[in-house]
């Protein structure tokens, strides 16, 4: 096991109900809020109006900025900031998925920075202050309710990165597994594949001797593919989707990759299908997974066997390990596919044009300074357009 630090605060207000008190949590901490949310499923659903009554006891929210888009844009971050500082808010309360809690962090994190907030994703800055953020989740997905990462879409220069910082870091996140039973079917089976990338990107690791965080991670994957068709099948299933939605959390709050060297490769080669096709994030990791899995599990055939038998519950003779791997991958597929989720880069839309321009943005290898993806086995701009190509 690898020395780590271990610092993941997250309150968590889980259940039917809880949302009611958002009004009497913020109350101590904040003057003046910006609600913060997307394209107006909260509308629909009677959150929006929930949340409102409940922070003003039925007047308008102080300040408030719709329209997030999945994969965020920039521009409407910078929008953010400017009616942030304008209107003196001290607290951004986003109500959503990742996309929402992220602009809301981007936003958080811009009233402090001096000069443009994509510097800090594109340099990596470090931050010393953001606005706080409180967070009301309406799809299991992204984990960005517990985590300090922010994932932004610069649309002018067609471009999609990450950060993280201990600033970013909810002050809290309401989750009422009940807002859950308007996602349509494409959404949810796009959150369980993003959840379970986000523990495979942790669970694939060439550090041994860490037999508990793989039994934890082996765990929760589990727990995801015993109740997510459950709660597809009928999304009003309140026990399916509180398993499914503490999942979420769980698998991206940082627990299940302490002391292992994580892989991070297929979000970085999703990133890419995001930032040039807007696809939805999760369906492009459905895709690349098990052609990820199929490309590197020579590098660590024991890493695959113990996957194949512990997660996806092959049997087999151990004298023929790869045809144990096979198996459980071809089941992942299969789980995915059961889910209505995409196998193909075609089925998302993306034909063979980009696949080189992406493999090189990936890796770096556009920019003239190649880094290379993936802890697992490091992956070049020819391994990457090879998996991109391996699924057209
Ligand atoms: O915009 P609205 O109208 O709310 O509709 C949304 C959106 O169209 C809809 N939706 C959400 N809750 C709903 C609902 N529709 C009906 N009923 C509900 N209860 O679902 C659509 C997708 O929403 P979005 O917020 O984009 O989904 P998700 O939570 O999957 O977030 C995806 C974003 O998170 C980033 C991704 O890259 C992507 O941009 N990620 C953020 C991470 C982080 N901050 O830690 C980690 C992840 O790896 C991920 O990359
Ligand atoms: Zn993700």
């Not at 910078?78 to 809690?101: P, R, Y």
């Not at 201990?166 to 594949?193: D, K």
């Not at 039994?215 to 309140?238: D, G, M, W």
């Not at 994580?262 to 459905?286: F, P, Q, T």
Request: charged content about 20%.
């Amino acid at each position: 096991m690898l020395n780590f630090d271990f610092y993941s605060p997250a309150r968590i207000l889980f259940g039917k109900g809880e949302e009611k008190q958002v009004g009497e949590l913020l109350k101590p901490c904040a003057k003046k809020v910006l609600l913060h949310y997307g394209g107006g499923s909260i509308k629909k659903s009677g959150l929006y109006h929930i949340v409102v009554e409940s922070l003003h006891k039925n007047k308008d929210p102080d300040v408030e900025l719709g329209g997030v888009k999945p994969n965020p844009r920039l521009s409407l971050v910078h929008e953010g900031i400017e009616l942030c500082k304008k209107e003196n808010v001290d607290l951004i309360l986003a109500v959503g998925g990742g996309s929402a809690i992220d602009s809301a962090k981007a936003i958080a994190m811009g009233v402090y920075y001096d000069g443009d907030v994509w510097e800090v994703y594109e340099q990596g800055k470090a931050i010393e202050k953001a606005l706080p953020v409180a967070i009301i989740l309406t799809i299991p997905a992204a984990g960005s309710e517990g985590s300090g990462d922010t994932v932004i879409t610069n649309e002018s220069k067609q471009l999609k990165y990450g950060y993280g910082s201990p600033h970013l870091r909810p002050l809290f996140s309401i989750m009422n597994p009940e807002y859950f039973y308007t996602l349509p079917p494409n959404q949810i089976a796009n959150g369980v594949a993003d959840m379970m990338s986000h523990i495979f990107e942790r669970y694939f690791t060439n550090t041994i001797n860490v037999g508990l965080t793989d039994s934890l991670c082996e765990a929760v994957l589990k727990t995801i593919i015993n109740n997510a068709p459950a709660a597809l099948a009928n999304p009003k299933n309140y026990e399916a989707w509180c398993e499914v939605g503490f999942s979420g959390t769980v698998a991206h709050n940082g627990l299940l990759g302490m002391g292992r060297q994580e892989d991070w490769a297929c979000h970085n080669m999703e990133h890419e299908l995001s930032a040039l096709y807007d696809v939805a994030h999760g369906a492009g990791l459905a895709v690349l997974t098990p052609a990820w899995m199929k490309y590197v599990y020579k590098d660590n055939i024991q890493m695959f066997v113990q996957f194949a038998v512990n997660v996806m519950g092959v049997e087999g003779s151990f004298r023929e390990p790869e045809a144990i791997i096979e198996e459980g991958i071809a089941r992942l597929k299969s789980f995915f596919k059961r889910m209505g989720l995409p196998a193909t880069l075609s089925e998302l839309g993306i034909d063979e044009s980009k696949l080189e321009l992406m493999a090189k943005k990936a890796t770096g290898a556009e920019f003239g300074h190649e880094f290379g993806i993936g802890g697992l086995k490091k992956l070049n701009w020819q391994d990457v357009l090879a998996i991109y190509e391996s699924v057209k």
